[in-house]
């Protein structure tokens, strides 16, 4: 298992329930249906202005998750990631030993 952290933009359209439950069900891949997983962290930042234009976004609801994974999971997580359309972009990073 190794560390990483992961930074979700979501629609910053996005009621309070329907983004509280994508952040669930992130977390749920995050554990890959594992019921020993360790949680993740989860820092909302909220709604922040992007540099640039994200699929006609100027705004978007940040989410920053640390959390401890399996290698192997990265690429499955990721495929999650693009076929939500409630997510605009995503960055996973290995955190330094």
Do not use: C
Request: charge should be negative; hydrophobic fraction near 35%; glycine fraction near 6%.
């Amino acid at each position: 298992m190794r560390e990483y952290e992961v930074t979700v933009i979501l629609q910053p359209n996005l009621e309070e329930t329907p983004r509280n439950e994508l952040v669930e069900r992130i977390v749920g891949w995050m554990g890959n249906g594992q019921e020993d997983a360790e949680k993740p962290v989860i820092n909302h930042w909220g709604k922040r202005f992007m540099a640039y234009d994200i699929q006609g976004f100027q705004e978007g609801y940040y989410v920053f998750f640390e959390a401890k994974m399996d290698p192997d999971q990265i690429s499955e997580l990721e495929r999650n990631f693009q076929f939500t359309e409630d997510i605009i972009r995503y960055l996973v990073v290995r955190k330094e030993e």
